[in-house]
Nanobody
Framework: VQLQASGGGVVQAGGSLRLSCAAP???????????MGWYRQAPGKERELVAL???????KYADSVKGRFTISRNNSRKSVSLQMNSLKSDDTAVYYC?????????WGQGTQVTVSS
């Protein structure tokens, strides 16, 4: 049972990308109870939180992406998206989708985002 992330790629600095993450069918009926998030891990660095959206729609962002990234969820489509604008070379990383509800937590396989300067 795994989240499916997509939308990564190579983009020039200042450009935009949109990441999407589809929830597995196993949690469709309870998707609205899950907090969803995006994390990223750059080479040689620890995985870090990028953005969260709670079950009731409250959002939280890392300081480094505030004003540039927007997380949203579509409960009808059981998905979460991350719109990334004004990308910088520091945003280069593997991005992971995450779902969490109580002690239940799952990760996607990761999608590579590369920002060229």
């Amino acid at each position: 049972v795994q989240l499916q992330a997509s939308g990564g790629g190579v983009v020039q600095a200042g450009g935009s990308l949109r990441l999407s993450c589809a929830a597995p069918r196993a949690i469709f009926s309870v998707f609205t109870m899950y907090d969803m998030g995006w994390y990223r891990q750059a080479p040689g660095k620890e995985r870090e939180l990028v953005a969260l959206i709670s079950a009731d729609g409250v959002t939280k962002y890392a300081d480094s992406v505030k004003g540039r990234f927007t997380i949203s969820r579509n409960n009808s489509r059981k998905s979460v998206s991350l719109q990334m604008n004004s990308l910088k070379s520091d945003d280069t990383a593997v991005y992971y989708c995450n779902s969490k509800q109580g002690l239940l937590e799952s990760w996607g396989q990761g999608t590579q985002v590369t920002v060229s300067s």
